[in-house]
């Protein structure tokens, strides 16, 4: 299996930035893409981004777009997401996850097979 761990995320003020990284390790490591999604509490997980391993596409949920910027480094089989403009509605348990296959259903949790423990980012007003 593949075990991805996030980290990065911390507390901060309504207006800055934050960069999450998320790095894969197991058996050889050649996914389709990676994407990352947060959850608030009592609610469901949502999209964030997503990113394909061998060309670099990106696609982001309309609620970031322009503030958000997910890249990665395929040497180091590591994503990241970096987040500007953080707002209070941002706050939430961020995810990464690898996308094996291809799929029209890059923003949708069962694209995904693999998941990451979470890494908490708290925007305060």
């Known amino acids: 299996q593949v075990q991805l761990v996030e980290s990065g995320g911390e507390s901060v003020q309504t207006g800055g930035s934050l960069r999450l990284s998320c790095v894969a390790s197991g058996r050889t490591f050649s996914p389709y893409g990676m994407g990352w999604f947060r959850q608030a509490p009592g609610k469901e997980r949502d999209f964030v981004a997503t990113i394909t391993w061998r060309g670099g596409t990106t696609y982001y949920a309309d609620s970031v777009k322009g503030r958000f910027t997910i890249s990665r480094d395929n040497a180091k089989n590591t994503v990241y997401l970096q987040m500007n403009s953080l707002k209070p509605e941002d706050t939430a348990v961020y995810y990464c996850?690898?996308?094996?296959?291809?799929?029209?259903?890059?923003?949708?949790?069962?694209?995904?097979?693999?998941w990451g423990q979470g890494t908490q980012v708290t925007v305060s007003s």
């Open positions: 996850a690898v996308r094996a296959y291809a799929s029209t259903s890059w923003s949708a949790t069962g694209a995904y097979a693999y």
